[in-house]
């Protein structure tokens, strides 16, 4: 199983995160990365997912 945000998306699985990414429609600018409890540079986006990973993406938004 893959685990995105909590949610099984284990269709997922064979793609990288930069993939991943696109796919769910995320922007790569102003986005935070986990990967198994680790927060990963974008050097590191062409890692490619696997059952067992847990990944967990943050979009930072500005506010006031």
Known sequence: MLIINSH???ELVGKNINQVLEILGF??????VMLNDEI???SKYNYILKH???????QLVAGG
């Open 27 to 32: 922007k790569t600018l102003h986005l935070a």
């Open 8 to 10: 099984d998306k284990s």
């Open 52 to 58: 067992g990973d847990k990944l967990e993406i943050v």
């Open 40 to 42: 990963i540079k974008k």
